[in-house]
């Protein structure tokens, strides 16, 4: 196997890292084992294997593909497909020709990654796995080192970019007409249907979910509640999304002066995020009758929308279906805490002094918050919550919270969403993680209408504020669930400031380029060309054109210098300086006649020539040791060759 492929090789490894959980685990495993193969073949192995054994590889990586990921999801299929397939084209390859067939293949399967993330790291990764894979694909077309070949492409791509950016901002954005469906596994932390062990898997993934923008602090103050689906029907163990949740309303009392900015990471759901009751007047972005906002399409791409504060109108009652709906219950289940909670009712004169008996209780009771509880299978789990385990985290109070409200005829409902967020001070920003996951109750009074309830506060009041990976009490829990990353190593000195400013780097990534917009554009064009930018940019862009064109046509028209290799170059000088330099014969009859004519450099000139051979006909590299070598031969040659004429 030819060694520049070992480069590709790492490429494959880093592209399965990326995509570990797209394509599975045993898949992911299998790539790795071939990562290992190709390694292996090129230290120990001088062979390819045969094609039965690749094709029994092939048949095993199929069905381990429909296996992991199974075959609804047909971007991750296929993206898995066109990654085995370069592999085992990797271990078959025997000729350059084949070789250069791999590295084609590769500009088409290194920006599948694009399909899954778009965020700055991916852009990097795919940005210098294409440029190492130009620059191993020019090495073997040419004969050329790595090096020097990665070199000329990289000149290739920056001559590029000034032009591409030029299109990116001149060029009217106009709709795609078809467009490869992304991904279709959810990626946000919070699940349709909730019981209070789907959210503790949050605090273990560090992504994004999304960025806010609040241009006027004084008008939002901390806690950040980001509400995004309501749950309304409880089966005993888990909660189900509202039937509404995206049935579109129209939303009367406004107010459009208090606003801010969103920028959702993908998702694959339609579900968004805003504080309170909120309207938007971006587009594709609509309002239920809860007040959450949810998008027309399903997010597969980084979506920037503005979301305003909307009034909640103040119902005096609910109807009688309405009542029904938010204190339904399933018979028979969790009935101790059911008897407690008619406890505090009969002691209680108003929903108010209910829940300062709840609170009591909890807090009485020692109850603590983890991010590591106990499994409850019980059929009865919020009993056993509430009278044996006693540990949990926010789902767990807030399901408890809301059934208990429920059994006493408080209409109730559980709300789950994000709290808090990790604020940008350069940049004025939030940034909200999954981790940041949480869940909380809404309940509804008389007159009043529906209010916010999270138990949470009662047994940690510093989960309120900021992000969960500022939460000091729960830092060795926090590093513990998330595993390997830059959040974990945050106590690492300098750690942090990467973390961050990576970070930085990226939310300006997002905002001006994944972002950049039709309306961005019109606005930016606006700013920088004034009442003329439609006319103007019109004529930036055909005069962009016309001098792309003329270096290109320059550039085909002008004369080309091909650079020799170095061991035809050296044979060249070396028969130049030589009694035979008129002759013309062949690079061995010519090898003969000057060790014929200077016996004493036979070894020398037989050393050169296996040297020339190899290089000319092999493709082998005539390395910088040979040359001075060669060199010392030609002055010696030179300087007897002149004393003889």
Same mark, same amino acid.
């Given at each position: 196997?030819?060694?520049?492929?070992?480069?590709i090789?790492f490429?494959?490894?880093i592209? =399965?890292?990326?995509?570990?959980?797209e394509?599975?685990? +045993?898949?992911a495993? #299998? $790539?790795? %084992?071939?990562?290992?193969?190709?390694v292996?073949q090129?230290k120990?192995?001088?062979?390819?294997?045969?094609?039965l054994?690749?094709n029994?590889?092939?048949v095993i990586g199929?069905?381990v593909c429909g296996?992991?990921?199974?075959?609804?999801?047909s971007v991750?299929?296929?993206?898995s497909?066109?990654?085995l397939?370069?592999?085992l084209?990797?271990i078959?390859?025997?000729?350059?020709?084949q070789n250069?067939?791999?590295?084609?293949?590769?500009?088409f399967?290194i920006?599948?990654?694009f399909?899954?993330?778009q965020?700055?790291?991916?852009t990097?990764v795919?940005?210098t796995a294409?440029?190492i894979?130009?620059?191993?694909?020019?090495?073997?077309s040419h004969?050329?080192?790595?090096?020097?070949?990665?070199k =000329?492409?990289?000149?290739?791509?920056?001559f590029?970019? +000034?032009?591409?950016? #030029? $299109?990116v %901002?001149?060029?009217?954005?106009?709709?795609?007409f078809w467009?490869?469906p992304?991904a279709?596994?959810?990626?946000?932390?919070?699940?349709e249907?909730?019981?209070?062990?789907?959210?503790s898997e949050?605090s273990?993934?560090?992504?994004?979910?999304?960025?806010?923008?609040?241009?006027?602090?004084?008008?939002?103050?901390?806690?950040?509640y980001?509400r995004a689906?309501i749950h309304?029907?409880f089966?005993?163990?888990?909660?189900?999304?509202?039937?509404?949740?995206?049935?579109?309303v129209h939303?009367a009392n406004?107010?459009i002066s208090?606003?801010y900015k969103?920028?959702?990471?993908?998702s694959?759901l339609?579900?968004?995020?805003s504080?309170?009751n909120a309207?938007?007047?971006?587009?594709?972005?609509?309002?239920?009758?809860?007040?959450?906002?949810?998008?027309?399409?399903?997010?597969?791409?980084n979506?920037?929308?503005?979301?305003?504060?909307?009034?909640?109108p103040?119902?005096?009652?609910l109807?009688?279906w309405e009542?029904?709906r938010y204190?339904q219950?399933?018979k028979?289940?969790?009935?101790?805490?059911a008897?407690?909670a008619r406890?505090?009712?009969?002691?209680a004169?108003s929903?108010?002094?209910?829940?300062?008996?709840?609170?009591?209780?909890?807090?009485?009771q020692?109850?603590?918050y983890?991010?590591?509880p106990?499994?409850?299978?019980?059929t009865?789990?919020?009993d056993?919550?509430?009278?044996?385990?006693?540990?949990?985290f926010?789902?767990?109070?807030?399901?408890?919270?809301?059934?208990?409200?429920r059994?006493?005829?408080i209409?109730s409902r559980l709300?789950?969403?994000?709290l808090?967020?990790?604020?940008?001070?350069?940049?004025?920003?939030?940034s909200i993680?999954?981790y940041?996951?949480?869940?909380?109750?809404?309940f509804?009074i008389?007159?009043?209408?529906?209010?916010?309830?999270?138990?949470t506060?009662?047994?940690?009041p510093?989960?309120?504020?900021?992000?969960?990976s500022?939460h000091?009490t729960l830092?060795?829990q926090?590093?513990?669930?998330i595993g390997?990353?830059?959040?974990?190593?945050?106590?690492?000195?300098?750690?942090?400031?990467?973390?961050?400013?990576l970070?930085?780097?990226?939310?300006?990534?997002?905002?001006?380029?994944?972002?950049?917009?039709?309306n961005?554009q019109?606005?930016?064009?606006?700013?920088l060309l004034?009442?003329n930018a439609q006319?103007?940019s019109?004529v930036?862009m055909?005069?962009?054109?016309?001098?792309?064109?003329?270096?290109v046509?320059?550039?085909?028209?002008?004369?080309?210098y091909?650079k020799?290799?170095?061991?035809?170059?050296?044979y060249e000088?070396?028969?130049?300086?030589?009694?035979?330099?008129?002759?013309?014969?062949?690079?061995?009859?010519?090898?003969?006649?000057?060790?014929e004519?200077?016996?004493?450099?036979?070894?020398e000139?037989?050393e050169?020539?296996?040297?020339?051979s190899?290089?000319?006909?092999?493709?082998?590299t005539f390395?910088?040791?040979q040359?001075k070598?060669?060199m010392k031969l030609?002055?010696?040659?030179k300087?007897k060759?002149?004393?003889?004429l």
């Amino acid at each position: 196997m030819n060694t520049k492929l070992l480069l590709i090789t790492f490429i494959y490894l880093i592209m =399965t890292m990326m995509l570990f959980t797209e394509l599975g685990t +045993p898949f992911a495993i #299998l $790539l790795c %084992v071939l990562n290992i193969w190709h390694v292996a073949q090129w230290k120990y192995i001088r062979f390819p294997p045969s094609n039965l054994i690749l094709n029994i590889v092939a048949v095993i990586g199929m069905t381990v593909c429909g296996l992991s990921i199974g075959f609804s999801n047909s971007v991750s299929l296929f993206v898995s497909l066109m990654v085995l397939a370069c592999q085992l084209k990797v271990i078959q390859a025997k000729s350059d020709k084949q070789n250069k067939q791999i590295m084609v293949l590769n500009f088409f399967t290194i920006p599948c990654l694009f399909l899954f993330s778009q965020n700055l790291f991916t852009t990097l990764v795919v940005v210098t796995a294409l440029i190492i894979n130009l620059g191993v694909l020019a090495a073997i077309s040419h004969k050329q080192l790595l090096l020097p070949a990665t070199k =000329t492409a990289v000149k290739n791509i920056f001559f590029i970019i +000034p032009v591409s950016m #030029l $299109l990116v %901002v001149f060029l009217p954005k106009i709709p795609s007409f078809w467009q490869l469906p992304g991904a279709q596994v959810a990626k946000t932390g919070l699940s349709e249907n909730v019981d209070p062990f789907n959210i503790s898997e949050l605090s273990q993934s560090d992504d994004l979910a999304f960025r806010a923008i609040i241009e006027e602090p004084t008008s939002y103050s901390p806690p950040f509640y980001w509400r995004a689906l309501i749950h309304d029907k409880f089966d005993g163990t888990s909660w189900h999304m509202a039937r509404e949740q995206n049935i579109p309303v129209h939303v009367a009392n406004r107010d459009i002066s208090s606003v801010y900015k969103v920028i959702a990471e993908p998702s694959n759901l339609p579900w968004l995020f805003s504080l309170g009751n909120a309207f938007s007047d971006s587009d594709e972005v609509s309002t239920n009758q809860f007040g959450t906002l949810f998008s027309s399409k399903i997010r597969s791409r980084n979506f920037e929308y503005n979301a305003h504060t909307a009034t909640a109108p103040t119902k005096e009652f609910l109807t009688r279906w309405e009542y029904q709906r938010y204190t339904q219950l399933p018979k028979k289940l969790n009935p101790k805490s059911a008897e407690l909670a008619r406890q505090w009712d009969n002691d209680a004169g108003s929903t108010d002094d209910f829940i300062v008996l709840m609170r009591a209780y909890f807090i009485a009771q020692n109850f603590e918050y983890t991010l590591t509880p106990e499994v409850i299978e019980s059929t009865n789990s919020i009993d056993e919550f509430m009278f044996e385990k006693k540990s949990g985290f926010c789902g767990h109070y807030a399901s408890s919270v809301a059934m208990m409200m429920r059994s006493v005829g408080i209409p109730s409902r559980l709300v789950s969403g994000y709290l808090g967020g990790e604020y940008n001070e350069a940049n004025n920003y939030f940034s909200i993680y999954q981790y940041d996951a949480h869940a909380w109750v809404e309940f509804f009074i008389p007159n009043a209408g529906w209010q916010r309830l999270d138990p949470t506060a009662w047994i940690s009041p510093e989960r309120l504020i900021g992000s969960l990976s500022q939460h000091t009490t729960l830092a060795e829990q926090f590093k513990s669930n998330i595993g390997i990353s830059l959040v974990a190593l945050s106590g690492v000195p300098g750690m942090e400031w990467l973390r961050l400013t990576l970070e930085e780097y990226d939310y300006k990534w997002t905002r001006w380029v994944l972002n950049f917009d039709k309306n961005k554009q019109q606005s930016f064009l606006q700013d920088l060309l004034g009442n003329n930018a439609q006319v103007l940019s019109g004529v930036i862009m055909v005069l962009t054109l016309v001098v792309v064109f003329l270096v290109v046509f320059l550039f085909m028209q002008r004369q080309v210098y091909i650079k020799r290799p170095l061991s035809v170059e050296l044979y060249e000088k070396l028969k130049s300086v030589s009694p035979y330099k008129n002759n013309n014969l062949t690079p061995l009859q010519f090898i003969s006649k000057v060790k014929e004519q200077f016996p004493e450099h036979t070894h020398e000139l037989d050393e050169f020539y296996s040297h020339f051979s190899a290089a000319r006909y092999q493709g082998k590299t005539f390395a910088n040791r040979q040359r001075k070598s060669t060199m010392k031969l030609i002055k010696s040659i030179k300087i007897k060759t002149k004393r003889k004429l």
